[in-house]
């Protein structure tokens, strides 16, 4: 079994700084690409960010320059730093983590149970 668990939401003020955590635990052969989604009252699911396990990073335009995602690869974890947060970013936020569980099964993404961040004044 795997599990993906996210911390670090909350609420902030805008212009304020937060950052989450995503621990993946349980039967990990190897973890390759973590990415952050969000989704909004009323809207889809969007992607936030994303890296690769080689540190390859892309970024949704609308967070390009205020947000920064990292991993710990020893630590299975993975980081997203958001900085000069917007009321439009309020949204819950998800991880996902795609990753094999034994050398020679496929690769399945696994989702966390997300996390709310609020940005109001």
């Known amino acids: 079994q795997v599990q993906v668990v996210e911390s670090g939401g909350g609420f902030v003020q805008p212009g304020g700084s937060l950052r989450l955590s995503c621990a993946a635990s349980?039967?990990?052969?190897?973890?390759?690409?973590m990415g952050w989604h969000r989704q909004a009252p009323g809207k889809q699911r969007e992607l936030v960010a994303s890296?690769?396990?080689?540190?390859?990073?892309r970024y949704a335009d609308s967070v390009k320059g205020r947000f920064t995602i990292a991993r710990d690869n020893a630590k299975n974890t993975g980081y997203l730093q958001m900085n000069s947060l917007k009321p439009e970013d309020t949204a819950v936020y998800y991880c996902?983590?795609?990753?094999?569980?034994?050398?020679?099964?496929?690769?399945?993404?696994?989702w966390g149970q997300g996390t709310q961040v609020t940005v109001s004044s």
């Open positions: 349980g039967s990990i052969f190897r973890l390759y690409t």
């Open positions: 890296i690769t396990r080689d540190g390859s990073t």
């Open positions: 996902n983590a795609n990753l094999r569980t034994a050398p020679i099964v496929t690769t399945n993404d696994y």
